[in-house]
């Protein structure tokens, strides 16, 4: 069989697009039966919350994703499944996006089919369905731009510019990341033949159309002080200082890590395995399959599983700790997380176990403030101690938090019950503030 062949007319069942669309549903299907293996991921708690809190714009990301949220939600219920389904829909779209562009490009059925099954296996790409995020919605908006600034370039139709800004401005709802595209796009327009289109109207309304997209985030930052720039600022702590060598090597020797693993990567970040087999498969490479992951330690298990791992055992210590104090004090009291991550965990696992509100410093959690917290009695699971003896007169430390295939960071963790606030809370709230 010539598979490099154009496909017949004949048989519409196995040409090209239609074999990468079976591929892109493969994927789907994949992502919705592997969907509740494992807890939800650290992130998407904190979307969740986000989604029952919808605003024009958040500390650390625009609002694409907490709509997200709240849409799968309120359509499909609370599930894993449900929640899953619009990134893992959005990551199949990449695999339909990528056979499309080899078929514009020339490519046969073979090329087609090839294309579509790297996006497919891509670990990058392929990790991004398997939950909420913003980078599931980004890599499909990435992938449609450039489908879309495929067939303005290959058959000159200036008028597709607007359907390019449209996806842009839907890209920048999802993340901000979609200016870098953008940019790219307009240098190489700059240094090719391609820059006749520059002299037209077209691309020039497209970029006002995305720019739109913006104008309420950018009015929500204006109302907020600037949020985001303060999170950016901080956020390049978590960058790891690599040598120009290392950063030169490092995509090299990933690379050689991904291909020679082919097999096994795939099962590496698709919830498929017990927790407990896939810690036994990563532990002759160090838990994380080997590579460092945003600055942290790394787990027993790679990171998209490990920070799936010990929120209901945060919830119900949390709820222990919670009993056991006395009734006047229960009815007063509030909790304070560490971070978003069980901020989120505790709000959306709270009310099943009893708990009162969740309040945190990080991030959004931030902005949304110390609600009706005294600050007369508060349990604390996340925040340092010297930072709580600041604040509260009283600090005693009521029991840990234990977990076994959870990050590093959430095992052992102290749960405090801090007193008598040497503040007005609301007045000591800014202590708490975090954004990174």
């Not at 789907?28 to 992130?43: P, Q």
């Not at 497919?120 to 392929?126: D, E, M, N, Q």
């Not at 909420?132 to 058959?155: C, E, N, R, T």
């Amino acid at each position: 069989m010539d598979w490099s062949a154009k496909p017949h007319k004949h048989r519409p069942l196995l040409s090209g697009p239609a074999i990468v669309l079976y591929l892109a549903c493969v994927k789907l299907l994949v992502h919705m039966l592997t969907a509740g293996n494992y807890g939800f991921y650290r992130d998407e708690l904190y979307f969740i919350a986000a989604g029952e809190r919808l605003d024009l714009g958040y500390v650390d990301f625009p609002p694409l994703v907490a709509v997200a949220s709240a849409i799968a939600r309120s359509l499909f219920g609370d599930s894993l499944a449900a929640l899953h389904f619009f990134p893992a829909l959005a990551s199949a779209g990449v695999v339909v996006l990528t056979g499309l562009m080899a078929r514009e490009l020339g490519g046969g059925r073979f090329a087609q089919v090839l294309a579509a099954l790297a996006s497919l296996v891509a670990p990058g790409i392929l990790v991004f369905g398997t939950w909420l995020s913003m980078d599931a919605f980004d890599q499909l908006f990435w992938a449609l731009a450039a489908y879309v600034l495929l067939l303005i370039l290959k058959w000159d139709r200036p008028g597709l510019w607007l359907a390019f800004g449209l996806v842009a401005g839907l890209g920048l709802l999802a993340k901000v990341t979609m200016l870098f595209f953008g940019f790219a796009v307009f240098v190489a327009l700059l240094l090719t033949p391609a820059r006749k289109h520059l002299l037209s109207k077209w691309p020039w309304i497209g970029a006002v159309i995305a720019f739109a997209f913006l104008i309420p985030y950018a009015y929500w930052q204006i109302q907020n002080g600037w949020p985001t720039l303060e999170f950016w600022t901080n956020y390049g702590d978590k960058v790891d200082p690599d040598s120009v060598v290392e950063f030169l090597f490092e995509p090299v020797s990933v690379s050689f890590l991904l291909i020679s693993g082919a097999i096994v990567a795939p099962v590496a970040v698709v919830p498929v395995l017990p927790v407990e087999a896939l810690a036994k498969v990563t532990e002759p490479v160090g838990g994380n399959a080997g590579l460092e992951s945003e600055a942290r330690e790394a787990a027993e298990i790679p990171q998209p599983f490990a920070f799936r791992e010990g929120w209901e055992d945060l919830a119900e210590t949390v709820a222990r700790v919670h009993r056991a104090l006395p009734e006047e004090e229960r009815e007063e009291s509030c909790v304070l997380a560490g971070d978003f991550g069980e901020a989120g965990a505790l709000d959306l696992f709270g009310p099943r176990y009893g708990l009162p509100q969740v309040i945190s410093g990080h991030n959004n959690f931030y902005l949304w403030g110390p609600g009706g917290c005294t600050g007369e009695v508060v349990i604390s699971v996340g925040v340092p101690l010297e930072k709580l003896q600041e604040v509260f007169g009283s600090v005693e430390q009521a029991d840990t938090v234990e977990c076994e295939y959870c990050m590093p960071k959430q095992d052992d963790l102290p749960v405090y019950v801090a007193r008598d606030s040497k503040l007005p809370f609301e007045e000591a709230w800014p202590q708490f503030k975090q954004y990174n």
